[in-house]
């Protein structure tokens, strides 16, 4: 009888275990073959070398890397460098100018009535269901020379006289404010709804000024919508490629330009590649710290996305 | 008294950010109606760049390429993403972290290495087997993988937010697994089913980056084709097709809210 | 409704074929410049052969390369890049060579298209037009500006105003070259080294706007968006044309320094559809009657000499027929392959970079 019970719950076993396989094989599959594979062939080509026209070819080197860091055929140069640093100031920038904005924005929300706030969230959702060229080309509109922002700007003396807000890289600056808004409003506005105002009113009663109040118990609760709004929002800007390629008029190259540039007229399948891994790298390494204070403050995986 | 100015403050700030995130898409919408060519002036109310879109064939057939493209790959997605959500709730106390990973690569990956990533493997392919020829059904491929892990997750979330009960019930109303997938399972999904579909729609007409790198030369989208003609030297034109894809965005913005109001989900 | 069912299915079986060649039969795949070709010439070739003729366009030589090697090596029947892509496309085998037996009208080509140094014996390549790239510039905003580079590469001659280069990077450099005297077609590590300098430095500058292809940049300038650039007699030409009120204070100059000099020709890439009905086309491009009717319409020089009685006066003086002394100016942007290849476009990105 006890062999009977086994045989059964074997069986069973082997059924769910081929349920599983059904169910989530297809998928898994097709994200393997189709984003895990290319994404190993990306890497394996990042060590190989460069052919005579940008195919990569054997033998494998570290040849790519080298010239990623700057050193080329006429020695160490810096623009490569220049590229990375730009990549990372524009990514500070622009997440911490999205924060500064997003903040009050995502709180004003959640004092307005219930019955308004998914209609708040929406209006500011809905123009980043526009497609991201056609945002970016609005601003092209906007800061061209002889528009009024750009008159305006000249009138300041901000610009030099004739020329347009755009191209620069205070529009790329602007171009990234613009698009990751939304992304920070989001995961900030969770937080406030979840606010615990029993311990606001406590501080409040506690601390004298508002403003440590508002340090001592508003803002370590927003904490975890603010960690989850800077991924969301430094990642996919630091790989950002429309932007700069329209708003920066070739002075706001960045590291998503660098490494499609590889991969257009220029080529250089190798080197865009050892871009890529560079991108990568950071990716994760941005994704792990954020894990590891999220968890630090006491938040839990949800913390990243 | 101090918090009513703060109320105002941010009253105030609120109305400015909006103007900052709708004045781009409205001056885009109001230009598209600019009698003259300029980008400066608003010389006039006129229809002729819309009329202009229409003996475009470009245009048209960038229109169909963009429709036909978010159209297969959402269908597809929604199977392959149902299938992925279901088995991740089914057995969600095994250890499934290699599933986990998998799901979220596409999310966190920078849309450019996705991109170049798939590019650089399909010319590959396709210049070894003949196989994968960049054109609409590369794209198809990468909007299915990019749209995979956004449907599993909504639908692995509607199942989780279920009452368990309610599968041991179904399990004796229904005998086999297939009635019961057609009885109760797809019911209760539908509202996420829905939703999930939308957000595919939505993610493959937004999608610009990755399209671009999977594209062949016969199988440009509407974003790809305004990206062209940004390149070409600004045009009126680009005005009217980019003010018809926010009014659809407009539009669809209003359908998912009545839907989130009547579902819930 | 029919219509998306049917493109459904379409794309459907593209999948389930993953794309292999479903180039349909009687149609041409043809990939040009934009601005470049007579809507007319098209219609009535499509109406002699009994064909359809898609087209599709590129503003620069890199973007067609990078489509070329992104399947468009199998998708397109005719390219036409300019002289020195052609040994590059020849080496790497992205085009085959034309079948002299299915064209009749070689030999109306003039003699000097013959046997250009870039394909020796046209093996791979016809002529299909050439011209010059110079500097356009508003005349009201330099009414009396210096026939030199020095509108974009001397502060002192414009401190102020926008200005943009040429985004294919060796005509930029080779602009670059010749304001400092090596020449347009200047090679070698120690005048591109000195030439990148300049265009760090040059753009750099607060008044630079970008680098721009050559077509778009006739548009920015006309809305004010640059006032100096570069671009293509031809274009200027027909722009100008089209819309005299926008392009009447734009002019078209070859600076003293000298500039580029190209020729743009049809090829047939390696895997195209359709190569029997790309040399007709070829074929009926190099008639002579033809010939002059593509130059009338896109104001650019005809390499074809049956066509000379049919061309229009305007084809004969300058800005399409430089005058001689500016003809000795003129310089083929140099062919580059291999390590000079290599060198060129690291030094080419240190300038996008910094």
Known sequence: MA????????????????????SVMPGAVWIIVFLVLPSVYLMAVAFMTNGPYGQPQMPLSLESFRQLAGFGFLGWS?????????????????TVLV??????????ITTCREKWRPIMLLVVVVPSWTNQVIRTFGWMNLLAPGTPLSDAAQALGLIAPNMGLYPSNFAVTLGLVYNFLPFMVLPLYAAFEKLDTAQ?????????????????????QTLPGLLAGTVLVAIPAFGMYVIPELLGGGKGMMLGNLVANQFAGSANWPLGAAGAILMLIATFAGLFAMRRIGKRLGGGEEVVI | MKKRTLQRGLSTFWWVTIVFLYLPLLVVMLFSFNASNSAANFTGFSLRWYERLLGNEQIISAFWNSLVLAIVSSVMALVIGCLIGY???????????????????????????????????????HRHTGLLQPGLGTMIIAHVTFQIPFVALIVYSRLVGLDATLFEAAKDLYATPFKRAVHFLMPTLKPALISAFFLSFTLSIDDFVISFFTAGPESATLPIYIWGAIKKGVSPEINAIATLMIGAVAIAAVLSLMFNRKGRY | MTTITTRIVAALGG????????AEEGKLYLFNWTEYMDPEIIEAFEEKYDVEVVQNYFNSLPEMLAKLNAGGMSQYDIIVPSNYYVPRLIETGLVQPLDHDKLTNLDNLKDRFRDPSFDPGNKYSAAYQWGTTGIIYNSDTFPDGPKSWSLMFDPEVNPSYPFALMGDGQVSTGAACAYLGHGYDCTGVDAWKESAKLLIDTKNRGNFSGFV???PSLQQLARGVTHVALSYNGDYMNFKNEDPESFGNIEFMIPNEGTEMWVDSMMIPAEAPNPDLAHKFIDFILDAKVGAQLSNYNYYSSPNAAAEPYLDEVLTKPPVQPTEEDMARLKFTPSLKGQELQ???????EVQAR
């Open chain 1, 3 to 22: 062999d009977m019970s086994l045989v059964v719950r074997g069986r069973a076993v082997v059924s769910e275990t081929r349920h599983l396989l059904f």
């Open chain 1, 99 to 108: 924060v500064i904005v997003a903040y009050p924005i995502a709180y004003y």
């Open chain 1, 78 to 94: 810096p623009g490569n460098l220049y590229t990375l640093l730009r990549s990372l100031w524009q990514t500070l920038l622009s």
């Open chain 3, 213 to 215: 292809d050559g077509t």
């Open chain 3, 343 to 349: 060198t060129f476009n690291q030094l080419w990105n």
């Open chain 2, 87 to 125: 088995g991740m709730y089914r057995h969600r106390h095994r250890k499934l972290g290699w599933l986990i990973v998998l799901i979220y690569l596409p999310i966190v990956l920078p849309d450019i290495v996705f991109g170049i990533s798939e590019m650089a493997f399909f010319v590959s392919i």
């Open chain 1, 200 to 220: 606001v009113q406590a501080a409040q009663d506690l601390y004298a000024s508002p403003v440590r109040a508002f340090w001592h118990a508003v803002f370590p």
């Open chain 3, 15 to 22: 999948l389930v074929l993953a794309g292999g060649a479903y």
